[in-house]
């Protein structure tokens, strides 16, 4: 079926140290991994992704790797700061009759405390 | 414009009300969708139109009735909820429904209270 576990479900860090969350999927036809940030009461915000032909890729601060053959890929952010505090999704692509569906993990809520 | 915009933000509503929430993106996105998120829980789909077709429907009660009238609006039609209906309804689009992988962009959401 259709899954996406997430690890862990939550993470406290010191304000510039780094933090690592890692998510498996069970199809491995998927293709396509967004993470998203959400801050309490806002809208998930997207903040990175990565698509099976890559297997890792950066963008400032944070990072994702995946490893298709382990159906698995992870966030990295390092220099954490406390705006970084916030609730962290992982999804991973699948398709259901013709249409496209992100499945998304149950999350892991991130505290960088200064 | 680049969001997707959700009205109302809040919806209280008794369980023989009968109300909407709207859903309206600029983007020329032409797939679209309703998540269903309840208190620290990650979104939950629930409907996915694809190019003004109804093309995911994820088991949802016929209490939630969906209606996508134009490639920028996306409705849903509330009718005799229960109170385990409150959750924060999010609205997201992307740019095609079936493809390599598309960004989904999420509006506010509406917040919505069953009594």
């Known amino acids: 079926g259709e899954n996406v576990e997430q690890h862990p479900s939550t993470l406290s860090v010191q304000e510039g140290d780094s933090a690592v969350i890692k998510c498996t999927y069970s199809?491995?036809?998927?293709?396509?991994f967004p993470w998203y940030k959400q801050e309490l009461g806002k809208r998930p915000q997207l903040i990175i992704d990565?698509?099976?032909?890559?297997g890792e890729k950066k963008d400032q601060r944070i990072a994702v790797t995946l490893n298709k053959t382990a159906k698995h890929f992870s966030l990295h952010i390092t220099e954490t700061q406390p705006e970084d505090s916030a609730v962290y999704f992982c999804?991973?692509?699948?398709?259901?009759?013709?249409?496209?569906?992100?499945?998304f993990g149950k999350g892991t809520k991130l505290t960088v405390n200064p | 414009d680049t969001e997707v915009t959700q009205t109302p933000k809040h919806l209280v509503m008794g369980m023989t009300n009968k109300k909407s929430l709207k859903c309206e993106q600029h983007?020329?996105?032409?797939?679209m969708y309703w998540y269903k998120q309840k208190a620290k829980k990650p979104p939950e789909l629930m409907f996915v139109?694809?190019?003004?077709?109804?093309?995911i429907n994820e088991s949802v009660p016929s209490r939630f009735s969906p209606e996508c009238p134009n490639s920028s609006l996306l409705n849903l039609h509330l009718h005799a909820l229960q109170p385990e209906d409150s959750a924060l309804y999010l609205c997201?689009?992307?740019?095609?429904?079936?493809?390599?992988?598309?960004?989904?962009?999420f509006g506010p959401g509406t917040r919505l209270l069953v009594l």
């Open positions: 199809d491995s036809a998927s293709n396509y």
């Open positions: 990565i698509r099976s032909n890559v």
């Open positions: 139109y694809s190019y003004e077709k109804l093309s």
């Open positions: 983007m020329g996105h032409r797939a």
């Open positions: 999804a991973a692509r699948f398709l259901q009759g013709g249409s496209e569906k992100l499945v």
């Open positions: 997201a689009s992307s740019r095609r429904g079936a493809s390599g992988g598309e960004t989904q962009y």
